[in-house]
């Protein structure tokens, strides 16, 4: 389980950060080459190249008839840092074109813990002092993490091709995160993968050996 936790955070760290990525590269960690990760660039300022480049990527391993080229879960990445607005145009545009078909994508609610600014104004702006507000704090922004994560899930349960499921992540930057909702989201992926590839294989006449690799990708 420990190891597990610390490789866990190494995912969440270096896929939850900012950057520009390249979809087709694969990043793999020492401590577990058996997962695979692709994390593709942001198109979150309307680029038609990069969505159409993402979207490629993902329906074509998504129909993947082996589980070493097909893709385990798909990661889609909400940074709760501008939470007035997490459902943009980009969102709704994955969620309306891109058919992952049996591959669940799941919604990380990255940086929680910036509710806890946003919290502390609320509570001041209301006129509380600061030890009021401190002590006040955690209660509020956990009103505000239930808030907008309906929101968000009300929007995109909407569309087409909704999420299969939410997850908000704390403090995952703290070598001491509790990385177990993730672990066990990860493992309940997995196994929903084997079992709807594993007939494909079947018939391709190929086995799931053990250098399979799982593909996890982060949008």
Not at 79 to 107: I, L, S
Request: charged share 25%; hydrophobic share 35%; aromatic share 8%.
């Amino acid at each position: 389980m420990e190891m597990e936790t610390r490789l866990t955070m190494q995912w969440s760290k270096a896929l939850l950060g900012c950057g520009h990525h390249n979809i087709e590269n694969e990043l793999v960690f020492q401590s577990n080459s058996g997962y695979v990760f692709h994390d593709s660039s942001g198109f979150e300022a309307g680029s038609a190249q990069q969505f159409d480049k993402m979207k490629k990527f993902v329906v074509d391993h998504a129909a993947a008839r082996t589980l070493q080229k097909c893709i385990h879960a798909i990661w889609y990445c909400i940074p709760m840092t501008d939470y007035h607005r997490t459902v943009t145009a980009a969102e709704q545009k994955f969620f309306n074109e891109c058919d992952t078909g049996h591959v669940p994508v799941v919604v990380l609610l990255t940086k929680v813990d910036f509710l806890h600014f946003a919290a502390m104004e609320e509570l001041l702006d209301e006129g509380l002092g600061m030890e009021a507000a401190k002590s006040r704090a955690a209660e509020r922004e956990s009103q505000l993490l239930g808030k907008w994560q309906a929101h968000i899930k009300h929007v995109l349960d909407q569309c087409k091709f909704p999420p299969k499921t939410y997850l908000p992540l704390r403090k995952m930057h703290e070598e001491r995160a509790d990385c177990t909702a993730l672990i066990q989201l990860v493992k309940c992926c997995t196994v929903h993968c084997i079992c709807s590839v594993q007939g494909n294989e079947r018939n391709d006449d190929e086995g799931i050996g053990g250098n399979g690799k799982l593909r996890y990708e982060r949008v």
